[in-house]
T-cell receptor, first 111, second 111 residues
Framework: EAQVTQNPRYLITVTGKKLTVTCSQNMNHEYMSWYRQDPGLGLRQIYYSMNVEVTDKGDVPEGYKVSRKEKRNFPLILESPSPNQTSLYFC??????????FGDGTRLSIL | EDQVTQSPEALRLQEGESSSLNCSYTVSGLRGLFWYRQDPGKGPEFLFTLYSAGEEKEKERLKATLTKKESFLHITAPKPEDSATYLCAVQEGGSNYKLTFGKGTLLTVNP
């Protein structure tokens, strides 16, 4: 089954404790992206990757890092999480210039 | 200023009562306009892409249309299973396939 898989689905952690949210897709898509969804603000792009080893900032990249060492994986790294990064996170993937397919989300709570 | 505005924020319909959701946008150089459906606890699910004014797409009870300034998602004879949040997103020309989302319309269809 074609899918975008995120882990974990839920995480409660504390300020400053490094964490990684993994994203994996099995559709051989070139493009991958991370979004965060907040009430009243909608979905906003954090980082994106056009292909392996090619990443760039989206609209709200502060406090996040990404890497794209393999085509299927695009982890989101929070080196020193803060409470304002409490949010619902979505990973998406697509072939170039095609509709993006989204994972089921990761709900992060940072205390 | 929001680039993508959806209205209404919430809509409650009786089963069988047809209606329309609106998405107005102000981006220049539109590459595509996308409609997604989002169920609670899930990621956005792709419905339609529209590329140029006058284009229409249909799927079951849903029909999407596009003008130069807005898109409509028409729902004909809705059923309770159509209840969800409907998201509109635009993609501008350029190297990043970033989607700029509206805040969504929460549709509830009562039996």
């Amino acid at each position: 089954e074609a899918q975008v898989t995120q882990n974990p689905r839920y995480l409660i952690t504390v300020t400053g404790k490094k964490l990684t949210v993994t994203c994996s897709q099995n559709m051989n898509h070139e493009y991958m992206s991370w979004y965060r969804q907040d009430p009243g603000l909608g979905l906003r792009q954090i980082y994106y990757s056009m292909n392996v080893e090619v990443t760039d900032k989206g609209d709200v990249p502060e406090g996040y890092k990404v890497s794209r060492k393999e085509k299927r994986n695009f982890p989101l790294i929070l080196e020193s999480p803060s409470p304002n990064q409490t949010s619902l996170y979505f990973c998406a993937s697509s072939p170039h210039n095609q509709p993006q397919h989204f994972g089921d989300g990761t709900r992060l709570s940072i205390l | 200023e929001d680039q993508v505005t959806q209205s209404p924020e919430a809509l409650r319909l009786q089963e069988g009562e047809s209606s329309s959701l609106n998405c107005s946008y102000t981006v220049s150089g539109l590459r595509g306009l996308f409609w997604y459906r989002q169920d609670p606890g899930k990621g956005p699910e792709f419905l339609f892409t529209l590329y140029s004014a006058g284009e229409e797409k249909e799927k079951e009870r849903l029909k999407a249309t596009l003008t130069k300034k807005e898109s409509f998602l028409h729902i004909t004879a809705p059923k309770p299973e159509d209840s969800a949040t409907y998201l509109c997103a635009v993609q501008e020309g350029g190297s990043n396939y970033k989607l700029t989302f509206g805040k969504g319309t929460l549709l509830t269809v009562n039996p």
